[in-house]
């Protein structure tokens, strides 16, 4: 054998007997291999890991329409935020413009989008649960979910604020604020 090739299936066999060692170190270990049905453990140090439970995270808008629900942040101040959108079928925004990058994923459902500055939902374009898509900054776009969906389009959006939301005319011209 070429003494390569035995150094090499030297280091193999001295990787799968230190291997062998921590496998039976490790089904030893009594921490290890624990099940749904053991005991839990404590509630996380909140100053290590904070937990909000669902029913205290914060949502605005509408059942059945639109709601927006704030997990961290907020994006209306300096700083990271991340939101939950639900796009109920059969809803949209209008065309309009972000004057900072958002980043979306898609949870759950079909988000159909369109980058048209003219409201013709026949230009939305299906985004699939599980896509990722970046929402830049300055460009016109807007968003919702088709009537006949079996369920809300639900996205985490994540960006960093403030962000200001610029509705706009056929022309992808701001339109005045109110």
Known sequence: MHS?????????????????????????????????????????????????????????GKVGVQETCTLFGDPSKPGLYGVIYKWYPGHFSKPHFHDQERYAYVISGTWWVSTSNVYDERTTYPVHAGTVAIDRKNTVHWDGARTGEKEPAVLELVGIGPVKTIQVDENGKPKPSN
């Open 4 to 60: 390569l090739a035995k150094i090499l299936l030297g280091a193999a066999v001295a990787a799968g007997a230190a291997g062998l060692g921590v496998m039976a170190v490790a089904q030893t270990d009594p921490k290890v291999g624990t099940t749904i049905h053991d005991p839990i453990g404590p509630v996380p140090d909140p100053s290590h890991i904070p937990v909000t439970l669902p029913k205290d995270i914060k949502c605005t």
